[in-house]
């Protein structure tokens, strides 16, 4: 079984700053790729930013220049900075993992539970 834990969300002002994080624990020996999907009220989930091990990190252009993604991948983490928050950055933002090799040696995909994000004076 495979878990993912975030933090860092809440209530920030337009311009300011807040860094998600996202463990994973469980029984598995690699994730191919770990990202964040954010879905703000009455609309679909989107991709966020994505990050493959070893690779470039793929940004949504909506995003892009803003909002960083990182992956330390001995503690099966990953993160994301997110500055100059607008409000339409506003939504509950997920967590994802998949390639996930697990001790079965099956290939899974898992979700967090999701972290709200508010930006607004």
């Known amino acids: 079984q495979v878990q993912l834990v975030e933090s860092g969300g809440g209530l920030v002002q337009p311009g300011g700053s807040l860094r998600l994080s996202c463990a994973a624990s469980?029984?598995?020996?690699?994730?191919?790729?770990m990202g964040w999907y954010r879905q703000a009220p009455g609309k679909q989930r989107e991709l966020v930013a994505t990050?493959?091990?070893?690779?470039?990190?793929n940004y949504a252009d909506s995003v892009k220049g803003r909002f960083t993604i990182s992956r330390d991948s001995a503690k099966d983490t990953v993160y994301l900075q997110m500055n100059s928050l607008k409000p339409e950055d506003t939504a509950v933002y997920y967590c994802?993992?998949?390639?996930?090799?697990?001790?079965?040696?099956?290939?899974?995909?898992?979700w967090g539970q999701g972290t709200q994000v508010t930006v607004s004076s």
């Open positions: 994802n993992a998949d390639g996930i090799l697990t001790f079965l040696k099956t290939i899974i995909d898992c």
């Open positions: 469980g029984s598995f020996f690699s994730i191919n790729r």
């Open positions: 990050i493959i091990t070893g690779g470039s990190p």
